[in-house]
C-alpha cells in the first residue's frame, strides 16, 4: 500500500492490524497498546474511495451520527458529516466470520481519519468486544493489594475521586478512569485498562483480576452494603456500553453481567471524599481476604 501505514494494536489482549492509505498521527492514549509482535486477531483495513458503495439489507438502528444495516451476515455502519448537511463520509463492514473490516470512505471525509482516535472510532469497537466475550463497563478500576476493584455509578458521582483515594492512602495503582474492560476466564473475571480513560488520561494496558464492584452514591457519612442480585444487574447494565438496537448484543451482555455478579462481589457506598470511603470499603475486602486468596 503506497505512502500508506500499518498499525499493530493489542488492547484486552484482542490484536489488531489497521491498515491505513496514508499516515495518521498515533495519539497519546494509543501509545501503550502498540503491539507488532503479536498476530492479529482483527484485520482492519482503511482505504480511499471517489464513490462509496450503495448500503443495502436490515437497518437496525439510526442514530445522530450513524446508521447500522445487516446484509448477508455482515454488519456496516454507515458515516454521517453533521457538518455537512448530514451527507455520508465513510462505511465501515464487519464479517465477524473472517474476522476483518473494511472501512471506506470519501476523500472529503479524510479529516475523520487523520489519527489513531478517530480511525478507532470507525471500527465497531464494541462490537469487536462482544464477539469477543468482552464489554465495556463505564468504571474507574484500581488493582489493590486486596484484588482489582471497579468504581461505577453516573456521571460525576465520584469515581476519579475515589480511586485517587486509595492510590493516594493504600498505594493502588490506576488502571482506568473511565471505560474498562471487562473479560471471565474459568469463572475469573478481570479487568483491562484502555484506550479510552476519560479526565483520568491513565491508559494503562495492564489486567487484573476482579475482588469488587462498588456502585458510589454520596452522603454526609460512609456506609457501605452488600447489592443483592437483581439490583447488582439494574444497576451494572446501565454502566455498560450496550447496541441495544442489537438483540444478539444484548443477551450476550445480559448473559455476561448474569455471570459477573455470580462472581464478583457487588457494593454499593454511600460514602464522602476523604479516607474514611477508604477504609471502610478496606474492611469489607479484608473479611473475604482468605477465601480470595484460595482462588488464585
Known amino acids: 500500500m503506497k505512502c500508506g501505514m500499518s498499525i499493530n494494536l493489542s488492547i484486552a489482549d ?18 501503550p497498546f502498540l503491539d507488532a509482535a503479536s498476530e492479529p486477531d482483527y484485520k482492519v483495513e482503511c482505504t480511499k474511495m471517489d464513490v462509496l458503495p450503495s448500503v443495502r439489507g436490515e437497518m437496525l438502528a439510526n442514530e445522530s451520527d450513524y446508521s447500522v444495516w445487516k446484509n448477508a451476515g455482515k454488519f456496516i455502519r454507515c458515516f ?23 472501512v471506506q470512505y470519501l476523500p472529503e471525509g479524510k479529516e475523520f481519519f487523520s489519527d489513531t482516535g478517530n480511525c478507532f472510532f470507525h471500527l465497531m469497537w464494541e462490537k469487536l468486544l462482544i464477539q469477543e466475550q468482552r464489554m465495556i463497563f463505564h468504571a474507574a478500576c484500581i488493582d489493590t493489594e486486596w484484588g482489582g476493584v471497579l468504581f461505577s455509578g453516573p456521571s460525576g458521582i465520584g469515581k476519579s475521586t475515589q480511586a ?43 489486567c487484573c483480576r476482579v475482588r469488587a464492584i462498588v456502585i458510589l452514591s454520596k452522603d454526609r457519612c460512609c456506609r457501605l452494603r452488600h447489592v443483592r442480585a ?4 439494574q444497576k451494572i447494565y446501565s454502566g455498560m456500553t450496550v447496541n441495544s438496537w442489537d438483540m444478539d448484543f444484548v443477551e ?5 453481567i448474569n455471570d459477573l455478579i455470580k462472581n464478583v462481589a457487588v457494593y454499593e457506598l454511600h460514602c464522602t471524599p476523604d479516607k474514611d470511603a477508604v ?18
Open 14 to 31: 484482542i490484536h489488531l492490524e489497521i491498515s491505513l492509505d496514508r499516515p495518521v498521527k498515533i495519539t497519546d492514549n494509543f501509545k
Open 80 to 102: 454521517y458529516d453533521l457538518k455537512n448537511q448530514s451527507r455520508v463520509y465513510a462505511l465501515t463492514s464487519l464479517d465477524v466470520e473472517r474476522k476483518s473490516l473494511l
Open 164 to 206: 485517587d483515594l486509595w492510590c493516594k492512602y493504600r498505594r493502588a495503582q490506576l488502571l482506568n478512569g473511565d471505560r474498562t474492560i471487562l473479560y471471565n476466564e474459568e469463572d475469573e473475571w478481570y479487568a483491562y485498562g484502555s484506550p479510552y480513560a476519560g479526565s483520568s488520561r491513565c491508559y494503562v494496558n495492564e
Open 230 to 233: 437483581a439490583e447488582a444487574f
Open 252 to 256: 450476550k451482555i445480559c448473559d455476561m
Open 279 to 296: 477504609e471502610i470499603l478496606q474492611e469489607e475486602l479484608k473479611k473475604g481476604e482468605s477465601e480470595w486468596n484460595q482462588r488464585k
